[in-house]
């Protein structure tokens, strides 16, 4: 998750964040903080700000800025916090992880101030390609298949970024924006950025993929270890093969609670 956070502040140009807060929030929420380090740093840059990080394991440090504290917390549970407590509200990477995105949005819309934004990072995990390299039967093509069906098993979509705007537009938000970004796998790209982002992205993905995988593939499309344990070599030498010019895609949503 570390090796995320910086994959995605390369990706943003060095910001921590997209939706206009203005400089002085007073009380944000980083939703499934995970390590605690997007909180950790978006207290650094506030220290103005209570700033709240929850999860459902204490994986956080407890050497913090003096503004931050990390609570255990199901956000599928109805959110205990009083309406109109947040100025901002942060999620990142909960794909495959929530069952019921319409119960949480509004949860997050109630738990907002009037003029407070949410603001939502997923990845889109299908891979693709411009030029071809990445064609329909390659194995970088199917590696989101088997992810897309587990998710559906457990009532848990991958899918989450293909229907984030329009999940928030429902729950009542307003001024919603989207902001897609291609992500290279590897230094392959001739863009200077693209090709730093790349290099962390290609890392990201080395890094996670075992853990990504061997509980959906074993516990529940039912493969045997051994047959996953094949797959991910194989697909770790995709990869890893400059010749291929795979990306995925990263999107930024956020909106406002109206006035």
């Known amino acids: 998750m570390d090796i995320g956070h910086q994959l995605f502040t390369l990706l943003f140009d060095g910001r921590l964040f997209l939706a206009p ?45 003096p503004n931050l504290h990390f609570e255990l917390d199901d956000a599928q549970l109805d959110w205990t916090f009083n309406d109109g407590t947040f100025d901002y509200v942060h999620l990142r990477c909960l794909f495959g992880a929530i069952s019921d995105w319409p119960k949480l949005y509004g949860d997050a819309f109630r738990t907002l101030k009037p003029g407070g934004w949410i603001e939502q990072v997923e990845i889109n995990v299908q891979i693709v390609s411009d030029d071809g390299t990445v064609g329909e039967d390659h194995i970088l093509t199917g590696w989101a298949k088997p992810f897309f069906k587990a998710g559906d098993l457990l009532g848990k979509s991958i899918r989450t970024l293909d229907q984030t705007k329009e999940l928030m537009e429902n729950a009542g938000f307003t001024n919603v924006v989207q902001r897609n970004y291609k992500v290279p796998i590897g230094a392959w790209s001739s863009d200077p950025k693209l090709k730093e982002v790349g290099r962390w992205s290609l890392l990201f993905c080395l890094s996670g993929m075992e853990s990504w995988a061997m509980y959906m593939l074993t516990a529940v ?39």
């Open 21 to 65: 807060i203005g400089d002085n929030p007073q009380k944000a929420i980083d939703i499934g903080t995970g390590t605690g380090i997007w909180a950790i740093d978006f207290a650094d840059q506030f220290p103005s700000a209570e700033v709240i990080g929850t999860d459902l394991s204490p994986t956080q440090p407890s050497f913090v800025p």
């Open 221 to 259: 499309l039912e493969w045997k270890l051994e047959d996953v344990q094949v797959y991910l070599a194989q697909v770790k030498a995709a990869f890893l093969d400059r010749k291929n010019h795979g990306y995925y895609v990263v999107g930024a949503v956020y909106g406002q609670k109206p006035l």
